[in-house]
């Protein structure tokens, strides 16, 4: 009898101690010296909270600031990250996660109803280099090899494994010369060009039409964003043609010709996702964001995610303003994937996705410190110290 | 802060005043005068004034003509004008991949203006040796390849520079559009270039058979209104049957001039006749059909690059004997790699007993009228492009040199 007395009495202790972990319903109170709730590309209007927090429940920013009710306060567990700056977390625009054998279907070059969501693998190892590098929530797109690839999904890497948010978001479109295949339609930029054109057309003059031009229809209504891989002048010029005829704003994925076409860009509202900048580049190149962001045209950053701070650095070294490099990590590529109300920003009802950095993440000497999928550290040393206790103090504190 | 503001000031007022002079440019009129002009179709004139304005010429004429009060006047003594060089058959630099759509033999609706890049050093090439305007085909890997268009040579897009969209289709005879395929012989058939054609003789089926499609679809819609329309290429191709669109065939050798004739006859279609190297075996015929000529390099010894095997022998003397037989021709430079600028193409064709001013048409005027756009190019007369150049002396002459290249009435030239 004492015996089981005392069995009980563990028990009780130990029910005590399981409750008194955190559980996955409990809010989280995030505070730090600096929250950048959303940044702008200029600067005075980027949203900035001093020595505030977030609140996050269920995965979301549930308030932000001030907002917080004190009793959501009091029961929230803390999270204090001190004099650390908490920014929205990187959205990659687009990515093929190194799957592009899975993500280009090898057949026919014209497959726009094909979803990329299909060959989502979420304990892909790639998905791992995301947090890591600050990357919160990426577009998932079919390769460049095919003249129309699929539609692209959205997702968000974990601690563990991914998830898609966004299964069918945009049209993965490509002019590029791994679209162009010796071995099948089209061999050639006329032919893909071609190709396009008598599609869209049939998709818009047509009265019976299959799966595949009704995705092109929902690009011509502007339901759905579309993708262009395209480098060359020529490239890049074909597609804009193509958006002016079937009176769609394209986004060019690449783009790396396109200071010649500048004007013609800003005319025509179309965006541009450019290849990661490295410091061995031409000079254009490293000034091509200044002058994009110059002409108006919406630019962000897709390709290594390690290399995206490194891009928004060389990029405000050659011109371009700090808060537009930062707008370009975050809120340009969310709108360009129609996911602005859910990723790229800290207001409330987004993911709760962020970074912490001890300064600003464009000084490439300040320390990443945190990144946050879903309300859930997804990247960070103090992981484990994180999840165990109810206050925290952690790397960076007062 | 006292010194900066007028310096500021300074600044902006020459920049104003820049920008004053060259909103007028447009409108300016500038008169050229005391020049030896060879305006195209028409004897040299010397002691000759061209007077221009707002990209169009606006009066030439001998020294009788004095320039317009007001009028820019730029003293071009010593100095010979001539309209814009036209080139009726160019390649442009698009890669060869890019020129032609392997997926098919025949592509008769493909534009080769989708793949045209302003910046494309060729143009700027031919722009320096006083070209003005091109006629670019595509490729020539494919039987029936696409449509050509005509384009100035300066710009900084395509729409902007074109003057004439689908202005032409090319149809190619000879070796070339046969090169890549394969035939099968066992083993694993793992390529669409197992296919035909792989001889002359296929090239020439899939031709026919293009054009007995198009003349089906022709007396279809004819027929049964409510049909489904026809593919695009052959809409194209009914077009040419219908005489809208012009055909160029691409034929070298004898025996595929010859075949060009044959086929253009059997289904009736006009067809201009494209590179001719062998054009002077075949001179009577081409004159009994009227056939228009785009002689290509005739200044080159041999045929270069992948039509070498076509095993046409070109002779210098082609011009004099096409000239001799009343035969309607161009030069150009073609797809001959060994071409020469076109102006030497004109200079090594007096040379070989092209009289001089004939030479000069053969790369103004007559290529012009060839393209449907003789109302705006290819010579000076008011109403006309403002498409000329100055050259240092007569551009016949070996040691001329284009001194200034001006394209609607503004200087495309580049600093030597």
């Known amino acids: 009898m004492q015996i089981l007395n005392q069995n009980r009495t563990t028990g009780a202790l130990l029910l005590t101690t399981l409750l008194a972990v955190p559980t996955a319903a409990q809010d989280v109170l995030v505070q730090a010296s600096k929250i950048i709730v959303a940044y702008s590309t200029e600067a005075p209007n980027n949203m900035v909270l001093k020595d505030s927090a977030l609140l996050i429940r269920n995965g979301k920013i549930a308030f932000v600031g001030a907002d917080i009710p004190a009793e959501a306060r ?124 008598e599609s869209f057309t049939e998709a818009r003059d047509g009265v019976k039409i299959g799966p595949d031009l009704a995705i092109l229809r ?99 070294r050659n011109g371009l303003s700090r808060s537009t490099a930062s707008t370009a990590l975050t809120r340009t590529p969310a709108t360009m994937l129609g996911q602005q109300a859910n990723v790229g920003a800290l207001r409330t009802g987004c993911g709760a996705d962020f970074v912490v950095f001890q300064g600003d993440f464009i000084d490439l000497s300040a320390r990443h410190i945190a990144t946050w999928v879903d309300g859930k550290l997804a990247h960070g040393a103090s992981a484990k110290q994180a999840m165990k206790t109810r206050n925290t103090n952690l790397t960076g504190g007062r | 802060m006292t010194r900066l503001l007028p310096t500021s000031a300074l600044r902006t007022g020459a920049a104003l005043m820049a920008l004053t002079v060259f909103a007028s440019a447009q409108q300016a009129v500038t008169a050229y005068t005391n020049a030896t002009i060879l305006p195209g179709g028409k004897p040299a004139m010397s002691n000759a004034t061209l007077v221009v304005s707002g990209g169009k010429v606006i009066a030439l004429g001998g020294s009788a003509l004095k320039a317009p009060e007001g009028a820019i006047v730029i003293d071009c003594k010593g100095k010979t004008i001539t309209p814009g060089l036209i080139d009726a058959s160019f390649q442009s630099g698009t890669k060869s991949e890019d020129l032609n759509e392997q997926s098919d033999e025949v592509t008769p609706h493909l534009r080769v203006l989708d793949s045209i890049d302003p910046e494309d050093p060729r143009f700027q090439r031919a722009r320096n040796a006083g070209v003005t305007t091109v006629h670019v085909m595509p490729g020539t890997r494919n039987v029936i390849g696409g449509l050509g268009c005509v384009l100035k040579t300066h710009g900084t897009d395509p729409k902007e520079m074109v003057i004439k969209e689908d202005a032409s289709m090319r149809i190619v005879m000879g070796a070339e559009p046969s090169m890549s395929n394969r035939a099968i012989r066992g083993g694993r058939v793992n390529s669409m270039y197992y296919r035909r054609p792989t001889t002359r003789m296929g090239v020439i089926w899939a031709v026919r058979r293009a054009f007995y499609d198009a003349k089906e679809a022709l007396n279809k819609t004819q027929g049964a209104p409510g049909d489904a329309p026809p593919s695009p290429g052959t809409q194209i191709l009914t077009q040419v049957l219908q005489g809208k669109v012009t055909a160029v065939t691409t034929a070298r050798s004898e025996q595929d001039l010859r075949t060009a004739l044959r086929i253009a006859d059997e289904f009736g279609y006009q067809t201009i006749i494209d590179e001719a190297q062998d054009a002077y075996m075949v001179a009577d015929e081409l004159a009994g059909k009227k056939a228009v000529v785009m002689l290509g390099a005739p200044s080159a010894e041999a045929v270069a690059g ?32 060994a071409a020469l600028p076109l102006i030497n193409e004109a200079m090594f064709a007096v040379r070989n007993g092209l009289g001089p001013q004939q030479a000069l048409d053969a790369i103004t005027i007559e290529p012009a009228k060839l393209l449907g756009l003789s109302d705006r190019i290819g010579s000076l007369a008011p109403g006309k492009d403002a498409d000329f150049v100055i050259w240092s002396q007569n551009p016949l002459d070996p040691a001329a040199v284009a001194e200034s290249v001006l394209i609607n009435g503004q200087s495309v030239s580049q600093p030597r």
């Open chain 2, 306 to 337: 992948s039509a070498r095997s076509d095993g046409a022998a070109p002779r210098a003397g082609t011009v004099a004997v096409l000239a001799a037989k009343g035969i309607t021709f161009v030069i150009t430079t073609g797809t001959n790699t």
């Open chain 1, 74 to 197: 009091r029961a929230a567990r803390v999270i204090d990250y001190g004099n650390a700056t908490i920014s929205p977390g990187f959205v990659l625009a687009a990515t093929t996660l190194g799957r592009d054998v899975d993500l280009g279907e090898g057949a026919i070059a014209f497959t726009p109803d094909l979803l990329t969501a299909d060959a989502f693998d979420p304990w892909l190892e790639q998905l791992d280099t995301l947090a890591p590098a600050g990357v919160t929530s990426f577009g998932l797109v079919p390769s460049a090899r095919n003249v129309a690839g699929g539609i692209g999904a959205v997702g968000k890497p974990g601690l563990e494994q991914g998830r898609l948010i966004a299964p069918e978001v945009f049209v993965g479109f490509s002019v590029s010369r791994s679209a162009r295949n010796q071995e099948r339609q089209p061999t050639s930029l006329m032919g893909a060009h071609q190709m396009l054109r």
């Open chain 1, 218 to 316: 929902q690009v011509m209504s502007g339901q759905r964003p579309a993708f262009f891989y395209a480098d060359t002048f020529a490239e890049i010029n074909a597609v804009l043609d193509i958006g002016a005829s079937f009176n769609f704003a394209p986004i060019i994925l690449g783009g790396g010709q396109s200071e010649r076409v500048i004007e013609k860009l800003a005319k025509r509202g179309a965006g541009i996702v450019l290849n990661t900048l490295s410091p061995m580049m031409r000079r254009a190149d490293l000034e091509l964001p200044a002058k994009l962001n110059k002409a108006g045209i919406p630019f962000c950053f897709a390709g290594r995610p390690d290399q995206l701070r490194l891009s928004a650095a060389l990029a405000v």
